[in-house]
């Protein structure tokens, strides 16, 4: 369409009553821009005095993103429960053990109704390789606070999450500058 227009169904096509309720939302796919996307959404909810959360499964407590940076200047809460990629530290049973300690406290966070909003980034890889059932997951996504919005990202979204979130975007890779240039991630971009 030349005009602009989405020949995607919008708003207006909604047939009867419109409601609220807490959102599943998945951010997933190849390309970059999920955990950035569910920031933007986590510090519009926060813009609106709700009570926000950020916790991530795989990054470091001592990593020094410029998420946390900004999170911490900014005074969003946010926690980095991981140990690192799991490249870093070559201890499954370690990994598996850090990862169910958040998976625990992402559920806590979930659960306790003061939370607006909660964002677990990076619990699609987590669930990729095996270190959180999928079945906790789906547990807490079914037993939320009616008005808590999730945010979940990263990588390879399972099926069974997919069929209960309410919106699901798809990043997708069109061309990378490490790929195509062999530019490496810079500070302010990918960290």
């Given at each position: 369409?030349?005009?602009?227009?989405?020949?995607?169904?919008?708003?207006?096509?909604?047939?009867?009553?419109?409601?609220?309720?807490?959102?599943?939302?998945?951010?997933?796919?190849?390309?970059?821009?999920?955990?950035?996307?569910?920031?933007?959404?986590?510090?519009?909810?926060?813009?609106?005095?709700?009570?926000?959360?950020?916790?991530?499964?795989?990054?470091?407590?001592?990593?020094?993103?410029?998420?946390?940076?900004?999170?911490?200047?900014?005074?969003?809460?946010?926690?980095?429960?991981?140990?690192?990629?799991?490249?870093?530290?070559?201890?499954?049973?370690?990994?598996?053990?850090?990862?169910r300690r958040a998976?625990?406290?992402?559920?806590?966070?979930?659960?306790?109704?003061?939370?607006?909003?909660?964002?677990?980034?990076?619990?699609?890889i987590v669930l990729?390789?095996?270190?959180?059932?999928?079945?906790?997951?789906?547990?807490a996504l079914a037993?939320?606070?009616?008005?808590?919005?999730?945010?979940?990202?990263?990588?390879?979204?399972?099926?069974?999450?997919?069929?209960?979130?309410?919106?699901?975007?798809?990043?997708?890779?069109?061309?990378?500058?490490?790929?195509?240039?062999?530019?490496?991630?810079?500070?302010?971009?990918?960290?």
């Amino acid at each position: 369409m030349s005009t602009g227009e989405s020949s995607e169904p919008g708003p207006q096509s909604v047939t009867g009553p419109r409601i609220n309720k807490g959102l599943v939302i998945v951010n997933t796919g190849n390309g970059k821009g999920k955990t950035t996307a569910a920031m933007g959404v986590l510090f519009r909810a926060w813009g609106r005095d709700f009570k926000v959360i950020m916790l991530q499964f795989i990054k470091h407590s001592t990593a020094n993103f410029g998420e946390q940076r900004a999170a911490k200047k900014i005074g969003v809460e946010m926690r980095a429960m991981g140990d690192g990629f799991t490249w870093d530290t070559q201890d499954r049973a370690q990994d598996i053990a850090s990862t169910r300690r958040a998976g625990d406290e992402v559920k806590r966070m979930i659960a306790d109704p003061s939370y607006a909003m909660v964002v677990a980034d990076e619990l699609n890889i987590v669930l990729r390789y095996d270190y959180l059932p999928l079945s906790d997951v789906l547990e807490a996504l079914a037993a939320k606070p009616a008005m808590t919005h999730v945010v979940i990202t990263g990588r390879n979204a399972p099926e069974g999450l997919i069929a209960v979130a309410d919106l699901v975007t798809e990043m997708g890779l069109v061309k990378h500058p490490f790929r195509e240039q062999g530019v490496k991630a810079q500070a302010g971009v990918e960290f």
